[in-house]
């Protein structure tokens, strides 16, 4: 009786687009690359802000490239209880996260050098 239940459940099609072979913990971390722009409900420290010369906030990369955020003793957000809503919606695996490793691959990754950090 209780899987008749489920069975009226409609499926995920977003979760179904996930490619679980996609992990952080074997990633180059190319979404932490990406210019992540704040919006006002976001809650970062002010120490890890950057104002863009249009005036926007947002997170800042060290000279790496890479955001400051990283805690790179455990190759980890070290502020992903508060991460930015960007980053919120940033799925491992999910059709972004392949796009920009694709498209990162693809143009040998943009202006940012590739420095493996695990």
């Not at 899987?3 to 190319?30: F, G, I, M, R, T």
């Not at 002010?46 to 490239?65: C, S």
Request: proline share 8%; net charge negative; glycine share 6%.
């Amino acid at each position: 009786m209780a899987n008749a239940e489920h069975q009226d459940l409609p499926s995920d099609p977003y979760a179904e687009s996930v490619d679980p072979s996609v992990s952080c913990s074997s990633c180059e971390a190319v979404c932490c690359r990406l210019t992540v722009v704040l919006m006002p409900e976001d809650r970062v420290p002010a120490h890890l802000v950057e104002r863009t010369p249009q005036g926007y906030e947002q997170m800042a990369r060290g000279e790496d490239g890479w955001c400051v955020a990283i805690d790179e003793k455990h190759m980890n957000c070290g502020i992903y209880e508060t991460r930015p809503s960007a980053c919120r919606r940033f799925a491992m695996g999910g059709p972004y996260c392949r796009a920009e490793r694709e498209d990162y691959y693809e143009h040998g990754g943009k202006d940012i050098p590739f420095l493996r950090r695990c």
